[in-house]
Protein backbone atom coordinates (compact mmCIF):
# COMPACT_ATOMS: atom_id res chain seq x y z
CA UNK A 1 0.00 0.00 0.00
CA UNK A 2 1.74 3.30 -1.44
CA UNK A 3 2.79 5.59 1.84
CA UNK A 4 1.48 3.21 4.26
CA UNK A 5 2.25 -0.16 6.27
CA UNK A 6 -1.02 -0.48 7.97
CA UNK A 7 -3.12 -3.45 8.30
CA UNK A 8 -6.57 -1.55 8.86
CA UNK A 9 -6.23 0.59 4.89
CA UNK A 10 -8.36 -0.19 2.42
CA UNK A 11 -6.48 -3.01 -0.08
CA UNK A 12 -5.27 -1.35 -2.95
CA UNK A 13 -6.15 -2.85 -6.05
CA UNK A 14 -4.02 -2.90 -9.13
CA UNK A 15 -1.29 -4.77 -9.95
CA UNK A 16 1.57 -3.33 -8.41
CA UNK A 17 2.05 -0.85 -10.46
CA UNK A 18 5.25 1.31 -10.76
CA UNK A 19 4.44 4.46 -9.04
CA UNK A 20 4.19 7.56 -11.41
CA UNK A 21 5.36 10.83 -10.37
CA UNK A 22 2.37 13.46 -9.04
CA UNK A 23 0.83 14.15 -12.25
CA UNK A 24 0.48 17.80 -13.43
CA UNK A 25 -2.15 19.38 -15.72
CA UNK A 26 -0.60 19.83 -18.96
CA UNK A 27 -2.16 22.03 -21.96
CA UNK A 28 -4.64 20.48 -24.10
CA UNK A 29 -4.28 19.90 -27.69
CA UNK A 30 -5.89 22.96 -30.00
CA UNK A 31 -8.29 20.05 -31.21
CA UNK A 32 -9.59 19.06 -27.36
CA UNK A 33 -10.29 22.43 -26.23
CA UNK A 34 -12.20 23.39 -29.96
CA UNK A 35 -14.42 19.99 -29.38
CA UNK A 36 -15.17 21.68 -25.28
CA UNK A 37 -17.08 23.94 -27.37
CA UNK A 38 -19.13 21.07 -28.94
CA UNK A 39 -20.47 20.15 -25.77
CA UNK A 40 -24.04 21.62 -25.35
CA UNK A 41 -24.70 24.05 -22.44
CA UNK A 42 -25.61 23.25 -19.61
CA UNK A 43 -29.31 23.92 -18.82
CA UNK A 44 -29.30 27.47 -17.03
CA UNK A 45 -31.33 25.77 -13.92
CA UNK A 46 -28.43 24.12 -13.21
CA UNK A 47 -25.47 26.85 -13.85
CA UNK A 48 -28.07 28.72 -11.25
CA UNK A 49 -27.92 26.09 -8.47
CA UNK A 50 -24.34 25.62 -8.73
CA UNK A 51 -23.54 29.39 -8.34
CA UNK A 52 -26.08 29.38 -5.58
CA UNK A 53 -25.38 26.12 -3.58
CA UNK A 54 -21.41 27.27 -4.07
CA UNK A 55 -21.99 30.44 -2.36
CA UNK A 56 -21.55 31.08 0.94
CA UNK A 57 -23.89 33.87 1.42
CA UNK A 58 -27.19 32.23 -0.21
CA UNK A 59 -29.87 30.94 1.89
CA UNK A 60 -32.31 28.06 1.63
CA UNK A 61 -34.94 30.42 0.29
CA UNK A 62 -32.35 31.23 -3.08
CA UNK A 63 -32.23 27.67 -3.29
CA UNK A 64 -36.40 27.19 -3.31
CA UNK A 65 -36.14 30.20 -6.07
CA UNK A 66 -34.34 28.52 -8.34
CA UNK A 67 -36.11 25.14 -8.14
CA UNK A 68 -39.16 26.66 -8.32
CA UNK A 69 -38.46 29.01 -11.34
CA UNK A 70 -38.38 25.30 -13.72
CA UNK A 71 -41.64 23.58 -13.90
CA UNK A 72 -39.38 20.37 -15.08
CA UNK A 73 -37.24 20.54 -12.59
CA UNK A 74 -39.36 20.99 -9.70
CA UNK A 75 -41.51 17.92 -10.74
CA UNK A 76 -38.77 15.77 -10.46
CA UNK A 77 -37.67 17.07 -7.35
CA UNK A 78 -41.16 16.57 -5.86
CA UNK A 79 -41.28 13.01 -7.90
CA UNK A 80 -37.60 11.79 -6.55
CA UNK A 81 -38.54 13.19 -2.92
CA UNK A 82 -41.29 10.32 -2.75
CA UNK A 83 -39.43 7.67 -4.38
CA UNK A 84 -38.02 4.71 -3.14
CA UNK A 85 -34.72 6.12 -2.78
CA UNK A 86 -35.99 8.71 -0.66
CA UNK A 87 -39.25 8.55 0.61
CA UNK A 88 -39.64 9.49 4.39
CA UNK A 89 -42.48 8.24 6.52
CA UNK A 90 -44.70 11.19 5.16
CA UNK A 91 -45.69 12.15 1.35
CA UNK A 92 -44.38 15.32 0.24
CA UNK A 93 -46.66 17.58 -1.93
CA UNK A 94 -44.84 20.85 -1.18
CA UNK A 95 -41.84 22.07 -3.05
CA UNK A 96 -40.05 23.47 -0.41
CA UNK A 97 -40.69 20.08 1.63
CA UNK A 98 -39.18 18.21 -1.08
CA UNK A 99 -36.29 20.48 -1.25
CA UNK A 100 -35.70 20.30 2.51
CA UNK A 101 -36.21 16.03 2.27
CA UNK A 102 -33.40 16.00 -1.06
CA UNK A 103 -30.87 18.67 0.09
CA UNK A 104 -28.50 21.00 -2.53
CA UNK A 105 -26.44 18.48 -3.63
CA UNK A 106 -29.84 16.22 -5.34
CA UNK A 107 -31.30 18.78 -6.45
CA UNK A 108 -28.11 19.61 -8.08
CA UNK A 109 -28.19 15.68 -9.57
CA UNK A 110 -31.73 16.30 -11.06
CA UNK A 111 -30.77 19.61 -12.66
CA UNK A 112 -27.65 17.94 -13.95
CA UNK A 113 -29.48 14.16 -14.15
CA UNK A 114 -31.33 14.89 -17.50
CA UNK A 115 -28.30 16.76 -19.48
CA UNK A 116 -26.31 14.41 -18.43
CA UNK A 117 -28.61 11.55 -20.11
CA UNK A 118 -28.67 13.59 -22.98
CA UNK A 119 -25.10 14.27 -23.81
CA UNK A 120 -24.07 10.41 -22.79
CA UNK A 121 -22.35 8.70 -25.46
CA UNK A 122 -21.38 5.13 -25.99
CA UNK A 123 -17.83 5.00 -24.80
CA UNK A 124 -15.75 2.39 -26.63
CA UNK A 125 -13.17 3.58 -25.79
CA UNK A 126 -13.78 2.96 -22.09
CA UNK A 127 -15.99 0.29 -23.07
CA UNK A 128 -18.83 1.42 -21.40
CA UNK A 129 -22.25 2.08 -23.06
CA UNK A 130 -24.15 5.54 -22.21
CA UNK A 131 -25.92 4.19 -19.48
CA UNK A 132 -22.80 2.86 -17.07
CA UNK A 133 -21.01 6.12 -17.86
CA UNK A 134 -23.98 7.77 -16.76
CA UNK A 135 -24.53 5.08 -13.96
CA UNK A 136 -20.95 5.42 -12.66
CA UNK A 137 -21.06 9.28 -12.16
CA UNK A 138 -24.93 8.86 -10.49
CA UNK A 139 -23.62 6.46 -8.05
CA UNK A 140 -20.53 8.87 -7.32
CA UNK A 141 -22.29 11.28 -6.53
CA UNK A 142 -24.39 8.55 -4.10
CA UNK A 143 -21.62 7.75 -2.73
CA UNK A 144 -20.32 11.78 -1.28
CA UNK A 145 -23.88 11.33 0.23
CA UNK A 146 -22.79 8.17 2.23
CA UNK A 147 -19.35 9.01 2.40
CA UNK A 148 -20.83 12.24 4.42
CA UNK A 149 -22.52 10.40 6.90
CA UNK A 150 -19.55 8.74 8.13
CA UNK A 151 -16.05 11.04 7.33
CA UNK A 152 -14.74 13.17 10.25
CA UNK A 153 -14.75 15.97 7.53
CA UNK A 154 -17.61 17.81 6.56
CA UNK A 155 -17.86 17.27 2.76
CA UNK A 156 -19.22 20.59 1.16
CA UNK A 157 -22.43 20.06 -1.44
CA UNK A 158 -20.78 20.98 -4.62
CA UNK A 159 -18.22 17.22 -3.70
CA UNK A 160 -21.91 16.12 -5.06
CA UNK A 161 -22.11 18.10 -8.26
CA UNK A 162 -17.87 17.05 -8.79
CA UNK A 163 -18.76 13.18 -8.18
CA UNK A 164 -21.66 13.60 -10.60
CA UNK A 165 -19.16 15.32 -12.97
CA UNK A 166 -15.92 13.58 -12.76
CA UNK A 167 -15.91 12.01 -16.05
CA UNK A 168 -17.23 14.46 -17.66
CA UNK A 169 -13.82 14.36 -20.03
CA UNK A 170 -14.54 10.91 -21.03
CA UNK A 171 -17.30 11.74 -23.37
CA UNK A 172 -15.52 14.32 -25.33
CA UNK A 173 -12.66 11.83 -25.65
CA UNK A 174 -14.71 8.94 -26.40
CA UNK A 175 -16.02 11.13 -29.16
CA UNK A 176 -12.90 12.64 -30.98
CA UNK A 177 -10.11 10.10 -29.90
CA UNK A 178 -11.02 7.23 -31.80
CA UNK A 179 -9.23 4.08 -30.39
CA UNK A 180 -10.18 0.98 -29.07
CA UNK A 181 -10.30 0.36 -25.41
CA UNK A 182 -7.92 -2.44 -26.47
CA UNK A 183 -5.17 0.02 -27.64
CA UNK A 184 -5.14 1.52 -24.12
CA UNK A 185 -5.11 -1.63 -22.06
CA UNK A 186 -2.62 -2.45 -24.57
CA UNK A 187 -0.07 0.46 -23.67
CA UNK A 188 -1.10 0.01 -19.93
CA UNK A 189 0.29 -3.57 -20.36
CA UNK A 190 3.23 -2.83 -22.44
CA UNK A 191 4.54 -0.03 -19.88
CA UNK A 192 2.91 -1.06 -16.70
CA UNK A 193 0.84 1.92 -16.27
CA UNK A 194 -2.66 2.84 -14.84
CA UNK A 195 -5.14 3.31 -17.43
CA UNK A 196 -5.54 6.65 -17.14
CA UNK A 197 -1.19 7.03 -17.48
CA UNK A 198 -2.03 5.10 -20.79
CA UNK A 199 -4.68 7.89 -22.04
CA UNK A 200 -1.25 10.40 -21.08
CA UNK A 201 0.75 8.47 -23.30
CA UNK A 202 -1.67 8.34 -26.00
CA UNK A 203 -2.61 11.77 -25.83
CA UNK A 204 -0.49 13.66 -23.70
CA UNK A 205 -3.50 14.18 -22.02
CA UNK A 206 -6.27 12.23 -19.78
CA UNK A 207 -9.63 12.38 -19.45
CA UNK A 208 -9.36 14.25 -15.80
CA UNK A 209 -7.66 17.18 -17.40
CA UNK A 210 -10.39 17.43 -20.41
CA UNK A 211 -13.31 17.38 -17.53
CA UNK A 212 -11.45 20.06 -15.59
CA UNK A 213 -11.21 22.29 -19.18
CA UNK A 214 -14.87 21.62 -19.30
CA UNK A 215 -15.75 22.57 -16.14
CA UNK A 216 -13.72 25.77 -16.13
CA UNK A 217 -15.14 26.71 -19.86
CA UNK A 218 -18.71 26.47 -17.38
CA UNK A 219 -17.45 29.09 -14.72
CA UNK A 220 -17.67 26.11 -12.21
CA UNK A 221 -16.57 27.24 -8.85
CA UNK A 222 -12.51 26.85 -8.03
CA UNK A 223 -13.45 23.64 -6.14
CA UNK A 224 -15.33 21.82 -8.38
CA UNK A 225 -12.59 22.49 -11.22
CA UNK A 226 -10.04 20.84 -8.73
CA UNK A 227 -11.88 17.46 -7.49
CA UNK A 228 -12.69 17.38 -11.51
CA UNK A 229 -9.40 17.78 -12.84
CA UNK A 230 -7.45 16.15 -10.09
CA UNK A 231 -9.66 13.15 -9.19
CA UNK A 232 -6.48 10.56 -10.77
CA UNK A 233 -3.77 12.46 -8.96
CA UNK A 234 -1.36 10.07 -7.52
CA UNK A 235 0.00 10.46 -4.81
CA UNK A 236 -2.32 13.09 -3.24
CA UNK A 237 -0.26 14.94 -1.71
CA UNK A 238 -2.77 17.73 -1.50
CA UNK A 239 -5.93 19.07 -1.96
CA UNK A 240 -9.23 20.15 -0.54
CA UNK A 241 -11.71 18.11 1.04
CA UNK A 242 -14.10 17.68 -1.79
CA UNK A 243 -11.33 16.52 -4.17
CA UNK A 244 -10.78 13.71 -1.34
CA UNK A 245 -14.39 12.61 -1.84
CA UNK A 246 -14.74 12.83 -5.00
CA UNK A 247 -11.29 10.32 -5.62
CA UNK A 248 -13.11 7.89 -2.90
CA UNK A 249 -16.14 8.14 -4.22
CA UNK A 250 -14.72 6.70 -7.58
CA UNK A 251 -13.50 4.24 -6.25
CA UNK A 252 -16.19 2.91 -4.02
CA UNK A 253 -18.23 3.13 -7.34
CA UNK A 254 -15.86 1.19 -8.85
CA UNK A 255 -15.26 -1.21 -6.14
CA UNK A 256 -18.98 -1.97 -6.22
CA UNK A 257 -18.59 -2.79 -9.67
CA UNK A 258 -20.49 0.72 -11.29
CA UNK A 259 -18.70 1.77 -14.36
CA UNK A 260 -15.70 -0.76 -14.42
CA UNK A 261 -15.09 -0.86 -18.14
CA UNK A 262 -11.90 -1.03 -19.70
CA UNK A 263 -10.12 0.82 -16.82
CA UNK A 264 -11.04 -1.94 -14.62
CA UNK A 265 -9.64 -1.28 -11.32
CA UNK A 266 -6.46 -0.16 -12.85
CA UNK A 267 -6.50 2.47 -10.68
CA UNK A 268 -4.42 3.74 -7.53
CA UNK A 269 -5.99 4.95 -4.45
CA UNK A 270 -3.97 7.20 -2.30
CA UNK A 271 -4.64 6.14 1.48
CA UNK A 272 -3.78 9.74 2.77
CA UNK A 273 -7.09 10.68 0.67
CA UNK A 274 -9.29 8.25 3.18
CA UNK A 275 -7.40 8.98 5.99
CA UNK A 276 -8.06 12.66 5.31
CA UNK A 277 -11.62 12.63 5.42
CA UNK A 278 -11.54 10.02 8.52
CA UNK A 279 -12.77 6.85 6.53
CA UNK A 280 -10.99 4.20 8.14
CA UNK A 281 -11.21 0.27 6.42
CA UNK A 282 -14.58 -0.33 8.66
CA UNK A 283 -16.55 3.05 7.49
CA UNK A 284 -15.11 2.20 3.73
CA UNK A 285 -16.60 -0.90 3.99
CA UNK A 286 -20.22 0.57 5.43
CA UNK A 287 -20.18 3.22 2.50
CA UNK A 288 -19.82 0.65 -0.33
CA UNK A 289 -22.43 -1.48 1.74
CA UNK A 290 -24.54 1.34 1.50
CA UNK A 291 -23.71 2.76 -1.58
CA UNK A 292 -24.23 -0.36 -3.35
CA UNK A 293 -27.53 -1.30 -1.33
CA UNK A 294 -29.32 2.35 -3.07
CA UNK A 295 -27.75 1.31 -6.42
CA UNK A 296 -30.78 -0.68 -7.94
CA UNK A 297 -32.87 2.50 -6.50
CA UNK A 298 -30.81 4.63 -8.15
CA UNK A 299 -31.43 2.96 -11.80
CA UNK A 300 -35.36 2.90 -10.72
CA UNK A 301 -35.30 6.67 -10.29
CA UNK A 302 -33.68 7.51 -13.66
CA UNK A 303 -35.48 4.98 -15.65
CA UNK A 304 -32.77 2.20 -16.29
CA UNK A 305 -33.94 -0.46 -13.60
FE1 LIG B 1 -12.04 9.13 -14.01
FE1 LIG C 1 -14.86 7.58 -12.60
Known amino acids: MPGSGAGNDVPEVGTGLPVAPETSVMPLTASLVDSIGTLDPLPLTAQRLIQVVADEDSSFEDIVRVVEHDPAVGANVLRLANSTLYAGRFKVERLRDAVIRLGPATLMEIALGGYLKRVSCKAPMYDLSEDELFMHSAVASLAIQEISREASEVIPPTASLAALLHDIGKLIMARFQKVSAADVTRICEEK??????????????????????????????????????????????????????VVAANYIAKTIGVGLGAEGLNLKLDQDCLRRLGLEFDKFCRVCARTSARVEDLRRAYGLA
Open 192 to 245: GVSFTEGERLLFGCDHAEVGGAIARSWDFPAGVVEAIERHHDFPLKSGSISLDA
